[in-house]
């Protein structure tokens, strides 16, 4: 009822290329994810080759898109269970990841950078020498968080066997994502090897058997 938008009658009124800017309002935590999924989908339907450069530039921004979604969700979670200033923490380091999407793409959460048959923007060296070094600079940070996450005994009393869901639920609702990968379902969909993700290394699904809201945690924190 009140959150349907609809999207779907939306884009009987749109073409093709105007829908990837309604696409990426799906969600503003994955609104990167959304518009690359749609013009993947047009672009096999159309039979439309993205350049090789092009391909790389959306994992970039994809593979950025999931590092700021995680590190996000992670402090919605400890701002869940009270815990503050672990919940500043994370979206301080987050900030830093915006900072990139600002500077390659000009918006931080809505970017519309994708368009059907590759992107608007290129990532020059001097630009992807600051995504690296930026990157470096928030590994200590993030590892004292991720040790706050997985190895306090605060956060595990409110986290370890609360929320569980096994396997085989999982497997029957279609679980997808960390969630699904919390409770030992070993998919990733860049495993898939679609568009530059069939070049890049083998993506190993990172699980965990215990199925709760520590496990959903600690997915998430061991794929940043």
């Known amino acids: 009822g009140f ?3 609809g999207l779907e009658k939306l884009v009987e009124t749109r073409d093709y290329n105007q829908f990837i800017y309604v696409a ?3 969600c503003g935590i994955c609104a990167f994810g959304h518009s690359y999924g749609y013009a993947e989908t047009v672009e096999r339907l159309m039979g439309v080759e993205v350049p090789e450069r092009g391909q790389y530039l959306r994992v970039i921004w994809h593979e950025l898109s999931r590092i700021h979604s995680h590190i996000l969700w992670l402090g919605l979670a400890a701002d ?4 503050e200033s672990l919940f500043m923490h994370c979206w301080r380091l987050r900030e830093r990841v915006l900072d990139i999407f600002e500077k390659t793409t000009g918006g931080r959460v809505i970017f519309s950078v994708v368009k059907v048959g590759g992107v608007v923007r290129d990532i020059d060296a001097a630009q992807m020498a600051e995504i690296i070094r930026v990157l470096e600079g928030i590994k200590q940070d993030y590892k004292q968080i991720m040790d706050a996450f997985l190895k306090d005994s605060s956060v595990m009393n409110r986290t370890v066997g609360v929320g569980y869901l096994s396997f085989e639920d999982a497997t029957n609702l279609s679980m997808v994502g960390p969630f699904a990968r919390a409770s030992n379902v070993a998919y990733d969909v ?12 083998d993506f190993a699904p990172i699980t965990d058997t215990q199925g709760d809201c520590y496990a959903r945690m600690k997915v ?3 794929e940043v």
């Open 190 to 201: 860049r495993s898939l090897g679609i568009g530059a993700y069939g070049t890049l290394s």
């Open 80 to 83: 869940a269970f009270g815990f």
């Open 24 to 26: 990426e309002r799906i």
């Open 220 to 222: 998430r924190a061991l």
């Open 3 to 5: 959150v349907h938008r």
